[in-house]
Nanobody, 129 residues
Framework: QVQVVESGGGLVQAGGSLRLSCTVPGLELRGLRFDDLAMGWFRQAPGKEREGIACISFSGDSTYYSDSVKGRFTISKDSAKNTLYLQMNTLKPEDTAIYYC?????????????????WGQGTQVTVSS
C-alpha cells in the first residue's frame, strides 16, 4: 500500500522558519518510482478550504507557488532521498494550518491539479504572533 508521510510541523514564532518533509513508502508495490510523481503541498486552515500552495512537476524542473507563499516558501524534490521538502521562511500567523503532502503519478505539470493523488495525514503548523 502506498503511503504519504509528512513530518516537520510544529509551533514557531512569527518570522521564524520550518522545513516540512514528505516521503512516499510503498511505491514499489505499485511499480512506481519517486521520479514518477508530481507532488505538492496543500494546507487547510480552520474554517477554510484546502488550497494548493506549492507544487512541483514529476521531473522537478517546474514549480508553482500560490501568491500567499511566493517568495517565502520553497518546494524541492530530492530523488536521492525520495523526499519532498517545503522550506518555509518568514512565517506569519496566517500560515497556521494543517499542511498536507500530495503525490500523483498521473499528473505531469506543477500546477497543484491532481486527478487522483495519494494524500498524507497532514502535519500541524502553528505560527504565533
Amino acid at each position: 500500500q502506498v503511503q504519504v508521510v509528512e513530518s516537520g510541523g510544529g509551533l514557531v514564532q512569527a518570522g521564524g522558519s520550518l522545513r516540512l518533509s514528505c516521503t512516499v513508502p510503498g511505491l514499489e508495490l505499485r511499480g512506481l518510482r519517486f521520479d514518477d510523481l508530481a507532488m505538492g503541498w496543500f494546507r487547510q486552515a480552520p474554517g477554510k478550504e484546502r488550497e494548493g500552495i506549492a507544487c512541483i512537476s514529476f521531473s522537478g524542473d517546474s514549480t508553482y507557488y500560490s501568491d500567499s507563499v511566493k517568495g517565502r516558501f520553497t518546494i524541492s524534490k530530492d530523488s536521492a532521498k525520495n523526499t519532498l521538502y517545503l522550506q518555509m521562511n518568514t512565517l506569519k500567523p496566517e500560515d497556521t494550518a494543517i499542511y498536507y503532502c500530495a503525490a500523483d503519478p498521473e499528473a505531469a505539470g506543477p500546477y497543484c491539479v491532481y486527478p487522483d493523488p495519494y494524500w498524507g495525514q497532514g502535519t500541524q503548523v502553528t505560527v504565533s504572533s
